[in-house]
């Protein structure tokens, strides 16, 4: 590290107990967020103590430098210590996990064979199974098909990060707004509302005049969509 970087880095240190007190709120809004796609059984309190082990982690492994917001790299920490605690209680299991792959699989062909984004109908007649089937494995595989369940390399770069890193995120970023894009108006809306203007589905549901259950459910079949375009390579998956 040069002795300028050093002095930066010295510069901005955090502190534990301040960081904690500063971005708990963060911590809360993240965890029921995440807590309002997830089935009733799972506690917000355990979420949030989850939560708060993620932020302790960020303030440990941050390494201030020019160009990398704390707050957006603690977000990413506190939503995937979240989302590791929920595979690690089997939230959705295996079997589940193997359906949701094949709607993914399905989508990701049916697209490249009619150039446009199947309807639920056709995805579950790819599939052989009923539009009920289709709508329960939707329901079933909520919390765990987020967008913002991202694999390490995804995190935040810096502005001194090696050149190739960053061409790779920015060709991501831009692939991934154009799905977003492309996906069918109500899932494009809930994807806005949700992870843009950081709604709840409650609040999603009442501003679109729908049900949790129904946007929840539109929500999960948008990621479906979105896995299907971005692929394996990315990491997309539980």
């Not at 919390?143 to 790779?168: F, K, R, Y």
């Amino acid at each position: 590290m040069s002795a300028r970087r050093n002095a930066y880095a010295q510069s901005t240190a955090l502190d534990p107990k301040e960081s904690v007190t500063q971005y708990a709120p963060l911590v809360r809004r993240l965890a029921f967020q995440i807590a309002s796609r997830l089935p009733p059984n799972v506690d917000l309190d355990d979420l949030i103590q989850e939560g708060m082990m993620g932020l302790l982690d960020a303030v440990k492994r941050y390494e201030p430098r020019p160009g990398l917001n704390f707050e957006a790299y603690a977000r990413f920490r506190i939503i995937g210590a979240i989302y590791d605690s929920c595979r690690e209680n089997d939230i959705l299991p295996r079997n589940q996990r193997d359906k949701l792959s094949e709607l993914e699989k399905a989508v990701r062909r049916l697209e490249q064979e009619l150039g446009r984004s199947p309807t639920d109908q056709e995805i579950a007649d790819a599939c052989e199974i009923s539009i009920d089937q289709y709508h329960e494995t939707l329901d079933t595989a909520v919390g765990m098909t987020a967008i913002d369940d991202v694999p390490e390399h995804l995190l935040p770069i810096a502005e001194g990060a090696d050149p190739s890193q960053i061409t790779s995120f920015k060709q991501i970023a831009k692939h991934l707004a154009g799905v977003i894009k492309d996906l069918p108006e109500k899932e494009r809306m809930v994807v806005a509302l949700h992870y843009q203007e950081d709604l709840s589905f409650r609040e999603v549901a009442y501003v679109m005049e729908l049900t949790p259950g129904r946007i929840s459910q539109i929500h999960t079949q948008a990621m479906v969509r979105i896995r299907a375009h971005l692929g394996t390579d990315l990491s997309f998956r539980p």
